[in-house]
């Protein structure tokens, strides 16, 4: 970050091909440093605190190892020994980025993740004046984000890194056992709840002969309904007219839009890192407590290559399909336009084709694309905007884009505008113009199992494994 405002934010796992790497990668920290010596370094969370709550959970190998205390790891990277280094609380960090990128005013602000050092949700209200004041938390082992992932296991899937594809699956199944889960697993107690027992190393084979797509969609509602009478307390209590919705739970893009219909918010901002990655930008807005200029998530690393857009139009009007690389990599978890695979959403069989190419399950839904001011006219979105794909909205046409529109007719959205993503605009007027149609598909530029691509020569090496156009 240079004179308050983020100018490089990247992932690991994009420099190591290790998914997930939870280890700064030494080509990253070069990156980095192009931009300037640091002043000064931020740590996401208390590092003492979360040695105690190892201790509490039993993690022995954790709490007596000192290898990863950040003075200790950041020496180890190359940093130098005087460099000042500052902690700030997991929950915290996770609320300040969510507050210094709205723009807004006044707040309130729900963090709902998997564990911190021992917070696991919380609830802040946020004004210039009184900053950030915790109004109301739960503690570890009260998890709602460890609970997803425990179904997540259940239901066949890899904890903290798939609860995207129990979200996915739950649009298949209905929710029979909500009350299942509410007399077994947890108790709801607005704007809060309580776990019945630690889950933290899942809940077995619990309900053996329960489908799958039930309990996926059980857990689904379960959530939804926790998250919105939160939201609705929230709204009451603290009086402001906008949400900030951060943590983990926050890229479950089915219960934010049922937040942003039912909990009373004329706004909702989800910064579009809401998990422990985007806690680096977290961690510095929470040490210096305002709001700091934040012109979107296209920090990572750049490939300069002007697009050429008409190269891009014929290859989906030839093959149905395109990859896009170009511009700064996107800091989050989604592709929005400058690492993505693109396809032509009108084919009833194109979702199958590219779940084929990505190596991905067949029931997995894609995104759809739009120019802002189209949005409304084919989606019926609860939010004006959607630049980073965090809302679910009905379909209005679902026969015309079979390949974006999920089971459940619903398509989770990303809105352009000309303003933020010139280039990406362009290309679907130009698309929209050649072939009649107003809407892509987008999803991440990557194989099953692999990060997003970071660099040309990645891409092309996708291009080449796939048999699919870079450009």
């Not at 979200?167 to 108790?187: E, K």
């Amino acid at each position: 970050m240079q004179d308050e405002k983020f100018v490089f934010a990247a992932h690991s796992e994009r420099y190591s091909r290790i998914k997930n790497d939870a280890l700064l990668h030494p080509e990253l920290i070069r990156e980095a440093r192009s931009f300037g010596a640091p002043d000064e370094v931020v740590w996401y969370e208390r590092p003492l605190l979360k040695k105690l709550r190892h201790m509490r959970a039993g993690q022995w190998r954790h709490a007596l190892s000192t290898s990863d205390l950040p003075s200790r790891y950041l020496r180890s990277i190359g940093l130098p020994h005087r460099m000042p280094v500052s902690y700030v609380g997991h929950h915290e960090a996770h609320a300040w980025a969510g507050i210094a990128t709205s723009g807004f005013d006044s707040a309130a602000v729900i963090v709902a993740d998997a564990i911190g050092e021992f917070d696991c949700f919380t609830v802040f209200s946020y004004s210039p004046k009184s900053g950030l004041q915790l109004r109301y938390r739960r503690r570890y082992p009260h998890s709602l984000g460890l609970l997803y992932s425990a179904f997540t296991r259940r239901c066949g899937f890899k904890p903290n890194e798939d609860e995207y594809i129990l979200m996915g699956m739950a649009a298949y199944g209905r929710p029979r056992y909500v009350d299942d889960i509410l007399g077994t697993w947890i108790s709801l107690d607005t704007p809060g709840y309580s776990l019945t027992s630690n889950v933290h190393r899942g809940i077995g084979g619990w309900l053996p002969d329960a489908r799958p797509e039930d309990l996926a969609a059980s857990m689904q509602a379960v959530t939804e309904r926790l998250l919105v009478e939160a939201a609705s307390w929230a709204r009451k209590e603290i009086g402001a007219p906008n949400l900030v919705l951060m943590g983990g739970v926050a890229l479950n893009c089915v219960a934010n839009s049922v937040i942003a219909r039912e909990a009373g918010f004329s706004r909702l901002w989800i910064f579009p890192n809401p998990g422990d990655a985007g806690s680096s930008l977290g961690a510095a807005a929470a040490h210096l407590r305002k709001p700091l200029r934040w012109s979107g998530p296209y920090l990572g690393t750049p490939i300069e290559r002007d697009l050429d857009i008409p190269a891009v139009v014929r290859s989906l009007r030839t093959d149905g399909v395109a990859a896009v690389a170009n511009g700064a990599a996107e800091f989050g978890p989604r592709a929005l336009g400058n690492r993505s695979l693109l396809a032509d959403p009108r084919s009833a069989d194109m979702k199958d084709r590219v779940n084929g190419v990505k190596g991905r399950e067949k029931f997995r839904p894609f995104a759809p694309m739009i120019r802002e001011e189209l949005l409304h006219d084919y989606f019926d979105v609860p939010v004006p905007s959607t630049p980073y794909m965090q809302f679910t909205a009905r379909c209005r046409e679902p026969e015309e884009f079979p390949a974006v529109v999920h089971v459940d007719g619903s398509s989770r959205v990303q809105s352009v505008s000309q303003s933020e993503h010139p280039v990406l605009y362009e290309l679907l007027r130009q698309w929209e113009d050649a072939s009649g149609c107003p809407v892509l598909l987008n999803t991440s530029l990557n194989s099953r199992g692999e990060p997003l691509v970071n660099t040309w020569q990645e891409a092309q090496a996708f291009g080449e494994r796939e048999g699919v156009r870079v450009h």
